[in-house]
């Protein structure tokens, strides 16, 4: 099993190894439950989470794709798939089948046997009827739960190149981070020589004993062999049908399995000097990297136009700052504030606000990430908060200043960052 089934040397000519994005296909798992974000995946998939003022988590692997030429997308779903389907309808609708692209939103349907998606590696065994049926050279498995800006391009042709039956998109992170990733060791030539999921003592990259090389959750096949091994998976009784904790230790051990290292894809522009890839798994991490997006400059550019972030353009009018008295001024410092929203004599600091977001007269908001339309009553006064979509904040609410009050409350994480949802007012209320 070797030779990522078999290319011929035309496939492995550099001249030959530009444009083979249009010969692939990305597949998108986007059925997680995202149970380390709280009351946030409550309704929601991980996927479906919103971020960074406008976007959802799974923009950042769908617009990879598209900026990186690959013009066939399935996306798997699973886990409260509503929020997420709508989402992808209203956003992702524009490829068309007479250019040879297509997009297809894939639920768990029991389509060849009893269960739903069992694990990664299911979600791709059930549909593939569907992916044969537009016969693309390779697959690109691309986990739908991550923000980074990446040219799968570059790994395909690394893929080829190496004459790899698997390629590991690989990030390194702290060895304390990479207990929850699956994590490699390599050897010559990037050839990845064992793989651990989520090990309680992760390998560390040699003389380096505080870093890890972590899994992305990426992975390129030749759409052959990867087909090939979904099925003896399949046919293993005790398979948990994954690909972290079955398909890719398999190849480790029976054939060629290669990492591909982030610093070699990874997309800059001139204000992003280092390489940015976060897993906003937890509250925490999630509030850290929206309200990061407020710096002068920020280590991700949602700015750079030659490698866009694609989403749903939700039609809205300009955002509004009204009232301009002492005391009772409408305005935003150091702050990103999305269309439709309304700051009406209150002070915004170093916050994010989504889309449709109104912040009446007295209020002050520091370090707040407020999701789409948001509405925060006349005097409130919140510091280090995320609020849920559609929450009515009540007048004079005061939250992030008495940790042992917010948690009586709010969900209060360690970092001391409070959750705000609408059941947890009304809970208050009653």
């Not at 001249?15 to 249009?22: I, P, Q």
């Not at 209203?90 to 089948?97: H, P, S, T």
């Not at 959750?217 to 979904?230: A, D, N, P």
């Amino acid at each position: 099993m070797a030779g990522g089934g078999g290319e011929d040397m035309a496939e492995r000519d550099p001249k030959m190894m530009h444009g083979l994005a249009r010969q692939a296909m990305a597949f998108v798992l986007a059925g997680g439950r995202g149970t380390r974000l709280m009351e946030l995946t409550e309704t929601r998939a991980k996927p479906a989470v919103f971020f960074g003022g406008k976007s959802r988590i799974i923009d950042f692997a769908l617009s990879n794709a598209i900026n990186s030429g690959i013009r066939r997308i399935g996306v798997a779903t699973q886990f409260m798939g509503h929020s997420l389907i709508q989402h992808m309808h209203r956003g992702w609708n524009f490829l068309r089948a007479e250019r040879n692209e297509s997009f297809d939103v894939l639920p768990a349907s029991q389509r060849t046997a009893g269960d739903w998606y069992v694990g990664t590696a299911d979600a791709l065994y059930q549909n593939i009827d569907i992916i044969e049926s537009y016969k693309p050279t390779y697959l690109v498995i691309l986990a739908g739960d991550h923000i980074y800006k990446m040219d799968y391009e570059i790994m395909l042709q690394q893929h080829v190149s190496s004459e790899a039956d698997v390629t590991v998109g690989c990030v390194e992170v702290s060895k304390s981070e990479a207990r929850g990733f699956g994590v490699m060791r390599i050897g010559a030539n990037d050839r990845i020589t064992h793989f651990l999921e989520k090990p309680q003592d992760p390998p560390t990259i040699p003389g380096r004993t505080d870093r890890c090389l972590a899994s992305m959750g990426i992975y390129v096949f030749k759409t052959s062999f990867l087909i090939e091994q979904l099925r003896r998976d399949a046919a293993t009784p005790d398979s948990s049908r994954d690909f972290g904790k079955d398909i890719i230790p398999y190849i480790v051990a029976n054939g060629t399995a290669v990492a591909h290292r982030f610093s070699r894809s990874c997309v800059r522009s001139g204000a992003e000097p280092q390489m940015y890839w976060r897993d906003v798994g937890t509250v925490d991490a999630y509030f850290d990297a929206n309200i990061d997006l407020c710096d002068v400059v920020p280590s991700l550019d949602l700015y750079h136009n030659e490698w866009p972030i694609w989403t749903y353009a939700e039609i809205t009018p300009p955002a509004k700052f009204v009232h301009n008295v002492e005391g009772r001024r409408g305005m935003a410092v150091s702050s990103s504030v999305s269309g439709g929203c309304v700051i009406s004599g209150a002070l915004v600091n170093r916050s994010l606000l989504f889309t449709g977001v109104r912040v009446n007269s007295y209020s002050q908001l520091d370090e707040v990430v407020a999701l789409p339309y948001v509405h925060i009553g006349r005097g409130v006064k919140l510091n280090k908060v995320v609020i849920d979509a559609h929450v009515n904040i009540p007048e004079g609410l005061v939250c992030g200043y008495d940790a042992e009050y917010d948690a009586k409350r709010f969900r209060r994480t360690e970092k001391g960052v409070c959750l705000i949802t609408q059941p947890m007012l009304d809970r208050l209320a009653s």
